[in-house]
């Protein structure tokens, strides 16, 4: 059977920060995670001791076991690659290369709508997302495609919305589902850490109303950028200069 949507989420709380209400007026949804993956050796990363965990072996499987309680109120289903989020892997993966295990998960859902993040200069792993998943609605056909605004990093970023885009509306939970703040509770070990970094703009994100879509042109039209211009980037922003 068909699944009507397919949503592409960075990583394990994304979908449901910035597509509740999608999710919410659509049950049957599929979630796919593309930094899903958990490090051959075990190791500790920052963010994961900020959170409570004592290695990435026990955060992936606390991050994967919360985002499948949070998915499962909105009637959605999980799925997720094996590609490792930019705390354990600095060498970030070609977007070309998640193209291909994006548009092979096409294949098998078969979806309606492909719902993908906006990407931006406010997170790595979500811009080569986005330029994967641009690139993998490049290759499919009879597929609708739909930017969402990355939560909560645009309440606080400047974006453009797609070129040749429209905007939409996601329409209303359906009667009985879970609140976006409900749902949001699943993820216990991120959020103290998420409102430490994100200030009040955390509180905004879980107002379904700061939610934004677009339907976008099957042609992508953002330039791929290259590893070694993404690296630079990273780093002029690591240095303060953006």
Sequence with gaps: MSQQILVVSPHYDDAILSCYSMLAANPGAVVLTVFGGAPAVPTTASWDVECGFSDSDVAVAARRSEDLNALTLCHASQSSLDFLDSQYDPKR?????????????????????????????????????????????????????????????????????????????????????????????????????????????????????????WEVSRTPRRPVLTNKLRWLRSRVRQLGGA
Excluded at 112 to 125: E, K, Q, S
Excluded at 179 to 200: E, I, M, W
């Design 93 to 213: 993966p070609s977007p070309t290369r998640l193209a291909e295990r994006v548009a092979r998960e096409i294949d098998h859902a078969n979806p309606r709508l492909l719902l993908f993040p906006l990407g931006g200069r406010w997170h790595v792993d979500h811009e080569i997302a986005a330029e994967a998943c641009w690139l993998a609605l490049g290759r499919s056909s009879g597929l609708i495609g739909v930017a969402y605004l990355d939560l909560p990093y645009g309440l606080s970023n400047r974006w453009s919305a797609p070129p040749d885009s429209r905007e939409l509306s996601a329409g209303n939970p359906l009667q009985g589902m879970a609140t976006k703040a409900d749902a949001f509770a699943c993820y216990a070990s991120q959020a103290a850490p998420l409102r430490d970094a994100h200030k009040d703009m955390l509180d905004r994100a879980l107002d379904p109303a700061t939610e934004r879509y």
